[in-house]
């Protein structure tokens, strides 16, 4: 019994690891996928070229026919079943026996559409070909439907590597099969052949990656939660949907080669129509492709399933409307060495073959959509619509028998549709077609020059190399690393400060804790002012990089703000942030990208650092500020200051937190006065602690420890010296993460004299570990710090500071009751509860700006 739990426990590791996989170079996929189709076309047009070199014209047309309709089931198979099993698959990594069930569902439902092929096959084939090529034909049709589920499977583990070599490998096989039966004499049935086997290769494949959930579902067959898996509402609700919008894209797609074969069957112009669909159908080709990567992402990733479809749309604007304009204008150079001259010239033909794959590309891409959250009533009915009048359209216009009218009705029909469901997605989601008319005048453009230029094969070639290809494959990789991140958007994060550098502040602690937890759903780089030492490292799952010089502190902060629009270039992104930072805050981000961009404001002092060196950084924060909408305050206070400079930003309140490690119980004993932080004079205004200090030397036997490092430490140690406390102040220096609290919690008292803070993060370390604190009555600290919990004293006034030190030192009731009351005031300050905040502010902008 052990030894089967055990074989049990494996079957499921394998069966998880199997579903859970995803490629590693996610961005490949798009390129290898679409690289792959490209390979598939050009072997289906040289096979094509071959048998029309082969085969006498009236086989060929014969085989063309057979073709046409072989290709409106294999477009039929891989877009119902198996589309429902990818769905199911990537929503059920953690399921399996949802999985299994889909996978029951989905087998039935294949072995009843292959029977119905073959049945459709034997009639249409049967009206105007031998019994051998309609037996093989039937065969093929079956064989497809039940390789396409298979591939389904795979699919819904995000497998697009493996399933573009194996379509490679099906056109291989398909073409050496059929081939080789041709030159042996088999003729027609022969080259159909090669289709039978390719889909067999497909089948064997793909049915070995899906053994263990196969074979389980197979065992199962029997158990009462896998009976009654083929009368599911619920799979057969959105099997009738995915079928629906599929069915109808195929049939689009084929119908005009489906009505010339039964109009104008055997005809020399029928052969020469179908060769030119071989190629204006490669933007259809890719589309598909694409939309075969988008869909169980778009099933699974309810937040950016807008992002998916607006940037799909793109990609095929940029991508298929470059295939579309090669192809359109193909010089007569070329074109007279694709077809033998018997076949006469296609160049009337191509363009509108070519506008036709496009229009069926983006109708292809569009409805993906649709069938990944199961809403394909309305697609449906435009595609059932766009079905009638492309037949309609079809059979009018080949009533004169001229190919040429059949190639304008396909073209305007197939155009409509496309139109009709892209008004569609904008009634939907308002700004997802935001951008198609730029993306496609950047195609257009060039276009139009490979219209005028198709005469001079030389630079025809050249600018579509240039100007259309390069731009296409450039876009097709930016499109692959977008969609490998939508799982995890990549957030930019302009942090300006190293957690792991010396002297940083919490600021830094901010950036460490947040993005670290931000790390499972977002992908982080963080891009930190440098410094000596400094080196790109990732700690948590978070990238940190380094900009600017390391030459001193104020130096290397104005460098890596100069730097700033060169990181925005060298880090690409869907969202960035950028956190205010001495001496001016912002540089205005959002006006040196497209990107949304999210300000997070710690530091709001630029006039106080104005007054201190002479220079008007005020002027610039007053810029950057009003080129955000949308700001996040640690405080209360700092969020009315915002509103009050920027009334048409929208601020978002979201304190700074506390690790756990902060609360928990320490039994230490307590003596002294502590001040913790960056050891700079104008903000931390240690000056005014060091003259309280000095104040009550002689009364208190306490000493004070400083505790940090900064810019001014060689000026506060100077002071102490001339105020003539120097040998009761000890200097601590940095303080490891780690020893932080165990150094707060050692302390009676905390001092906190700042002039000006963001929020006070020492304030409230000291709080959580029960340490009293005494501080200067200023904004942003009020949010931490009350007079039941602390001691609050008129700003800068260092006598009365002075004798509130005294007070809390001499009074241990004082000291207790500060440190309960302490804790309970920063209880509910965690960095899980505010990183789930900001995580569902940073989805809500994506979301807004998709």
């Known amino acids: 019994m052990n030894g089967k739990h055990r074989a049990n426990r494996r079957n499921a590791a394998k069966m998880y690891k199997q579903t859970s996989a995803r490629p590693v170079e996610t961005r490949s996929a798009p390129t290898i996928v679409v690289g792959a189709t490209a390979?598939?076309?050009?072997?289906?047009?040289?096979?094509?070229?071959?048998?029309?070199?082969?085969?006498?014209?009236?086989?060929?047309?014969?085989?063309?026919?057979?073709?046409?309709?072989?290709?409106?089931?294999?477009?039929?198979?891989?877009?119902?079943?198996?589309?429902?099993?990818?769905?199911?698959?990537?929503?059920?990594?953690?399921?399996?026996?949802?999985r299994q069930r889909a996978l029951a569902f989905a087998s039935f439902l294949t072995f009843g559409q292959a029977a119905v092929a073959a049945l459709i096959c034997m009639v249409i084939v049967g009206s105007y070909a031998a019994w051998q090529v309609t037996l093989t034909a039937c065969g093929a049709a079956a064989i497809i439907f039940i390789a396409a589920a298979a591939v389904g499977y795979m699919q819904g583990t995000e497998q697009f590597n493996l399933i573009s070599y194996l379509r490679i490998g099906e056109a291989v096989?398909?073409?050496?099969?059929?081939?080789?039966?041709?030159?042996?004499?088999?003729?027609?049935?022969?080259?159909?052949?090669?289709?039978?086997?390719?889909?067999?290769?497909?089948?064997?494949?793909?049915?070995?990656?899906?053994?263990?959930?196969?074979?389980?579902?197979?065992?199962?067959?029997?158990?009462?939660?896998?009976r009654g898996v083929i009368t599911d509402r619920r799979l057969w609700a959105s099997a009738s949907g995915i079928v629906g919008i599929q069915a109808g894209t195929a049939v689009i797609s084929g119908l005009d080669l489906i009505i010339a074969s039964i109009m104008i069957s055997g005809s020399h112009s029928l052969a020469n129509y179908q060769v030119v669909q071989i190629l204006g159908r490669i933007p259809f080709y890719i589309a598909s492709a694409l939309a075969l990567i988008v869909f169980p992402r778009m099933a699974r990733l309810k937040t950016f399933r807008r992002m998916t479809v607006t940037s799909s749309l793109h990609a095929w604007l940029r991508v298929c409307g470059a295939a579309t304009v090669i192809v359109a204008t193909l010089p007569e150079a070329i074109l007279v060495h694709i077809l033998p001259a018997r076949y006469g010239s296609v160049a009337v033909l191509l363009p509108w073959a070519a506008l036709t794959g496009f229009a069926l590309g983006g109708i292809n891409l569009v409805t993906t959509y649709w069938q990944a959250v199961g809403k394909c009533r309305t697609a449906v009915s435009i595609l059932?619509?766009?079905?009638?009048?492309?037949?309609?359209?079809?059979?009018l216009a080949l009533r004169s028998g001229d190919t040429l009218h059949l190639a304008w009705s396909a073209t305007a029909t197939s155009t409509a549709g496309c139109c009709g469901l892209l008004m569609l997605v904008r009634r939907d989601w308002e700004k997802s077609v935001r951008g198609i008319v730029r993306q496609g005048a950047i195609v257009a453009i060039p276009g139009t020059a490979l219209l005028l230029l198709r005469h001079n094969l030389i630079?025809?070639?050249?600018?579509?190399?240039?100007?259309?290809?390069?731009?296409?494959?450039?876009?097709?990789?930016?499109?692959?690393?977008?969609?490998?991140?939508?799982?995890?958007?990549?957030?930019?994060?302009?942090?300006?400060?190293?957690?792991?550098?010396?002297?940083?502040?919490?600021?830094?602690?901010?950036?460490?804790?947040?993005?670290?937890?931000?790390a499972r759903n977002f992908n982080l780089t963080v891009v930190c002012a440098r410094y000596r030492g400094s080196r790109p490292h990732t700690r948590n799952g978070v990238r940190y990089v380094h900009i600017g010089v390391p030459w001193g502190q104020k130096l290397s902060l104005l460098s890596y703000f100069a730097s700033l629009p060169w990181a925005l270039m060298r880090y690409p992104?869907?969202?960035v942030i950028e956190d205010f930072a001495a001496p001016f805050s912002s540089v205005a981000v959002p006006w040196l990208t497209s990107r949304p961009v999210i300000g997070v404001v710690q530091w709001l002092f630029a006039q106080q650092k104005a007054s201190e060196y002479g220079l008007p950084f005020h002027l610039i924060e007053r810029i950057g500020l009003a080129s955000h909408r949308n700001l996040v305050a640690v405080s209360e206070d700092l969020a009315s200051e915002l509103r009050r400079r920027n009334p048409r930003?929208?601020?978002?309140?979201?304190?700074?937190?506390?690790?756990?490690?902060?609360?928990?119980?320490?039994?230490?004993?307590?003596?002294?006065?502590?001040?913790?932080?960056?050891?700079?004079?104008?903000?931390?205004?240690?000056?005014?602690?060091?003259?309280?200090?000095?104040?009550?030397a002689d009364y208190t036997d306490r000493t004070l420890t400083i505790a940090g490092s900064g810019p001014d430490e060689a000026r506060i140690r100077g002071l102490a010296n001339s105020l003539g406390v120097g040998d009761r102040v000890s200097f601590a220096g940095p303080v490891a993460a780690s020893a932080r609290f165990d150094l707060l919690a050692s302390a009676e008292l905390v001092a906190m004299p700042?002039?000006?803070?963001?929020?006070?993060?020492?304030?409230?370390?000291?709080?959580?570990?029960?340490?009293?604190?005494?501080?200067?009555?200023?904004?942003?600290?009020?949010?931490?710090?009350?007079?039941?919990?602390?001691?609050?004293?008129?700003p800068f006034d260092t006598d009365a500071y002075a004798s509130a030190l005294l007070r809390v030192l001499g009074d241990d009731q004082l000291k207790?009751?500060?440190?309960?009351?302490?804790?309970?005031t920063v209880s509910s300050l965690r960095w899980d509860r505010t990183a789930e905040v900001q995580d569902t502010l940073y989805s809500s902008v994506l979301t807004a700006a998709s």
């Open 573 to 575: 992104s869907e969202l």
């Open 39 to 98: 390979l598939v076309s050009l072997s289906n047009y040289s096979f094509a070229l071959i048998l029309l070199w082969l085969l006498p014209s009236y086989d060929y047309s014969i085989v063309a026919s057979v073709t046409a309709l072989l290709l409106v089931f294999g477009t039929v198979a891989v877009s119902s079943a198996p589309w429902l099993l990818a769905r199911e698959v990537a929503l059920s990594a953690m399921d399996a026996r949802r």
């Open 649 to 696: 930003a929208k601020i978002s309140v979201i304190e700074n937190a506390l690790p756990d490690e902060a609360f928990l119980p320490r039994d230490q004993r307590r003596s002294n006065i502590l001040y913790l932080g960056r050891l700079e004079i104008a903000q931390k205004g240690i000056d005014l602690l060091l003259k309280s200090f000095a104040c009550i």
């Open 173 to 226: 096989v398909k073409v050496a099969v059929g081939v080789t039966l041709v030159k042996l004499g088999a003729g027609a049935w022969g080259a159909v052949s090669g289709f039978a086997f390719g889909a067999l290769l497909v089948f064997f494949g793909a049915l070995y990656y899906m053994r263990c959930d196969a074979l389980a579902t197979w065992r199962s067959r029997r158990h009462i939660w896998m």
């Open 459 to 518: 630079v025809w070639s050249a600018v579509a190399m240039i100007g259309v290809a390069l731009p296409a494959l450039r876009s097709l990789y930016v499109y692959g690393s977008s969609l490998g991140t939508f799982h995890r958007p990549r957030v930019l994060h302009l942090a300006f400060e190293d957690p792991l550098r010396p002297g940083s502040g919490g600021g830094s602690v901010r950036t460490f804790e947040i993005d670290s937890r931000l």
């Open 384 to 395: 059932l619509v766009t079905c009638l009048l492309s037949s309609v359209c079809d059979i």
């Open 816 to 824: 207790s009751d500060l440190g309960n009351l302490g804790k309970a």
């Open 754 to 794: 700042s002039r000006y803070e963001s929020f006070g993060m020492v304030a409230a370390e000291a709080l959580a570990v029960g340490t009293p604190v005494v501080a200067f009555d200023i904004p942003c600290l009020r949010s931490i710090l009350s007079p039941a919990s602390s001691i609050l004293v008129a």
